[in-house]
């Protein structure tokens, strides 16, 4: 079944680890979204990519880093979490303007 | 800069009623695409309907409907006959294409509880 999968769904972790959340979609679909969402449940861009080398930064400023080196896959990097970190973490993918097809989030708490 | 107004934080209503849920955008595109997303407790985002701007009929879907007004760049949801698992909060969002990019702006949200 074509999906949008996030890694871990939860994750608990000290200041100034290095983190990485998993983002992969078995659609096919070029472009591919990362959004924060803060507990008052606002979402914002953080970063988007058009495709396979293709990464740019979105409306809200972040920390982390992305990659694209494979269509299906789109990791996003935290080097050194603070608690500032801290949120909801909302992977999506589309291919027309249909809307998004989003992944279950990954929840971070730095501690 | 588009934005989006959601300036209802929480509803509740009873089973089976019905309910409008509202949102306002401001944008000076003449070509973009407006969605309600719902978002149950500690699951996924998932699409409830789209409307796209140059169509001026409403979209439909089972028990969902948008009124839509361009002039007035309103954009409302409405849940006929409510049921328990419409429980959860909903975002309106504006979608403009640009240069292949497919950026949605998100509103707040609105809490939304329907009750036994």
């Known amino acids: 079944e074509a999906d949008i999968y996030q890694t871990p769904r939860y994750l608990v972790i000290g200041t100034g680890k290095k983190i990485t959340l998993e983002c992969s979609q078995t659609?096919?679909?070029?472009?591919m979204y990362w959004y924060q969402q803060d507990p008052g449940m606002e979402l914002h861009l953080i970063h988007y990519s058009y495709g396979v080398n293709s990464t740019e930064k979105g409306d809200l400023s972040s920390e982390s880093t992305v990659s694209r080196i494979r269509t299906e896959h789109f990791p996003l990097t935290l080097e050194s979490a603070r608690p500032s970190h801290t949120s909801q973490y909302l992977c999506?993918?589309?291919?027309?303007?249909?809307?998004?097809?989003f992944g279950s989030g990954t929840r971070l708490t730095v501690v | 800069a588009q934005t989006v107004t959601q300036s209802q934080p929480e509803m509740s209503v009873q089973e089976a009623e019905t309910v409008t849920l509202s949102c306002t955008y401001d944008t000076s595109e003449n070509n973009y695409y407006l969605f309600w997303y719902k978002q149950p407790p500690s699951r996924q985002m998932i699409l409830v309907i789209r409307q796209e701007a140059y169509k001026q009929q409403n979209a439909t879907e089972n028990r969902f409907s948008v009124n839509f007004q361009k002039a007035a760049k309103s954009f409302s949801l409405k849940i006929s006959d409510s049921q328990l698992g419409d429980t959860a909060m909903y975002f309106c969002a504006f979608m403009k294409l640009f240069q292949g990019a497919q950026k949605l702006v998100f509103g707040q949200g609105t809490r939304l509880t329907i009750n036994p």
């Open positions: 999506a993918s589309s291919e027309s303007p249909g809307g998004y097809t």
């Open positions: 659609m096919g679909h070029d472009k």
